[in-house]
């Protein structure tokens, strides 16, 4: 089962179900249902009689007040890259990426995440920045796993490697963020193993970068990352935490406006993002 949340033509949001190219509205917000005992029971017993084809609807960011997260350094190709980015501090990504505790950080809160087809921004300070396309867990407020979605963390490279401290204003600003286009339901996720991660970026009509991996190429589990995360702090709301990025860019490549990122993730869909710059 996939749920999504949607904007329609009068500007009501709502959320639904998706089922072969029609969202079926529910009677009840999506962190209802994703925080849920059951929450496939909870979504049946929730949908009402109304439904659009999705060509009808604005698909946004599937999210409600869930604080967005990230996990750094959880694929062997991160740590090469970021050790390259920041020569003075490659000892740390190489320590991070075999140490017990993960690396995680703040992301985005759900006012600045954008949905597909939304612009995500690049930096007007930054000179190389690149999407990571990220295998995202739909985590309840008991800190489960209930759901599996698309994330892009962009990042400004660097500005990260001038200095690791900076690594919040690489990371973290308006549409540095996007995610969707559904969530899948835990259940209704593939095995693992088989779950592929694919970037493509386009520019003028053209394809500049393909790319892809295996989350089974993840050196940490979702669990353990989630385990880390929830071990001082409380989600009420729930949360989703992107899980790090196996597809990297050539060093000499960087987003330009007007470039369109494409992520295809098993089990989920594509989630595409226009590229443009960080507005003043």
Same mark, same amino acid.
């Given at each position: 089962?996939? %749920?999504?949340? @949607?904007?329609l033509a009068g500007g009501v949001v709502r959320s $639904?179900? @998706? *089922? !072969? $190219?029609q969202v079926r509205f529910l009677n009840v917000s999506l962190s209802e249902v994703l925080h849920a005992a059951d929450p496939a029971a909870a &979504?049946? &017993? &929730? %949908? $009402?009689?109304? +439904?659009r084809p999705l060509t009808e609807v604005l698909l946004? !960011?599937?999210v409600d007040?869930? *604080?967005?997260? /990230? /996990? $750094? @350094?959880t694929y062997k190709r991160s740590r090469e890259a970021r050790e390259r980015e920041s020569v003075g501090a490659a000892q740390f990504y190489d320590k991070v990426y075999g140490a017990q505790r993960p690396e995680l950080f703040l992301k985005a809160t759900a006012e600045r995440v954008v949905g597909p087809g939304h612009a995500v921004h690049v930096r007007r300070d930054s000179k190389w920045s690149v999407p990571e396309p990220e295998l995202t867990l739909v985590i309840s407020p008991e800190l489960r796993i209930v759901g599996y979605t698309i994330g892009n963390d962009m990042s400004a490279r660097d500005i990260e490697g001038d200095n690791p401290l900076y690594l919040p204003q690489a990371k973290i600003y308006d549409s540095s963020c996007s995610v969707g286009p559904v969530i899948t339901l835990a259940g209704a996720m593939p095995p693992r193993e088989q779950i592929d991660i694919r970037l493509t970026i386009e520019r003028k009509g053209g394809r500049v970068f393909e790319g892809a991996? +295996? @989350? +089974? &190429?993840?050196a940490r589990t979702p669990e353990d990352l989630v385990g880390w995360l929830g071990r001082e702090t409380s989600f009420p709301h729930g949360a989703l935490l992107l899980t790090g990025t196996g597809v990297v860019p050539p060093d000499d490549f960087t987003l330009a406006a007007g470039d369109l990122v494409h992520i295809d993730l098993s089990g989920v869909g594509r989630l595409s993002n226009p590229v443009s710059l960080r507005a003043l």
């Open positions: 089962m996939q %749920l999504c949340k @949607v904007q $639904g179900v @998706v *089922e !072969a $190219g &979504a049946r &017993a &929730a %949908l $009402g009689k109304e +439904s946004l !960011a599937p007040r869930q *604080e967005i997260w /990230a /996990a $750094g @350094v991996t +295996s @989350v +089974s &190429a993840m």
